[in-house]
């Protein structure tokens, strides 16, 4: 005698609701940096050009990288901002210190700018040069920032004060 294999209709049901549950479940924001055209709003684009930039620099904001951080229990996106260039010979933005990184944050009707300063983006392999930490200040995430200095590399956790991003401690690490 064959059996014949039936699937119950509530069977087939749970199953495509469950795949349209993973599916659609809200994801973490994106990690890492992607093209600012691609990620910021266009007033952030125009808010970025009107704190930053000069009519002398012909540097389109869009073609900077962009970080759109949102971590659980983050409010607001916090939009940080690596001004160099991709695939452009001349980074206007870029001098001996390093590159402007900026960070801007919803603000009624545009854009606040809480983090403006120069980094050297160029860190040990395995090292991130802006980590953001589950850790919340004011709404916002602290930031890892790891740099080389004088006395070896170092990490500068910034905290969001209700204005603007600041540093709250320098660790120096050793034995790397």
């Known amino acids: 005698m064959k059996r014949v294999l039936r699937v119950k209709p509530l069977l087939v049901w749970l199953v495509i609701l469950?795949?349209?549950?993973i599916w659609l479940w809200p994801r973490p924001s994106q990690t890492g940096w992607q093209s600012a055209q691609e990620v910021a709003p266009l007033a952030l684009l125009s808010q970025m050009m009107q704190d930053n930039l000069s009519p002398t620099f012909p540097v389109d904001p869009g073609q900077m990288q962009m970080w759109k951080v949102q971590v659980a229990g983050q409010r607001q996106p916090l939009y940080l901002v690596d001004s160099r260039v991709e695939g452009s010979e001349t980074q206007p933005l870029c001098g001996a210190i390093g590159c402007a990184f900026f960070?801007?944050?919803p603000h009624d009707i545009g854009f606040h700018r809480v983090l403006a300063t120069y980094l050297n983006p160029h860190v040990s392999p395995g090292r991130d040069l802006i980590e953001p930490t589950t850790t919340m200040e004011h709404g916002f995430?602290?930031?890892v920032v790891t740099q080389l200095?004088?006395?070896?590399l170092q990490q500068y956790t910034l905290g969001f004060n209700g204005e603007v991003y600041e540093i709250q401690q320098i660790d120096t690490l050793t034995g790397l």
């Open 18 to 21: 469950l795949a349209l549950a």
């Open 149 to 152: 200095g004088n006395e070896g």
């Open 103 to 105: 960070g801007y944050i």
């Open 141 to 143: 995430p602290l930031l």
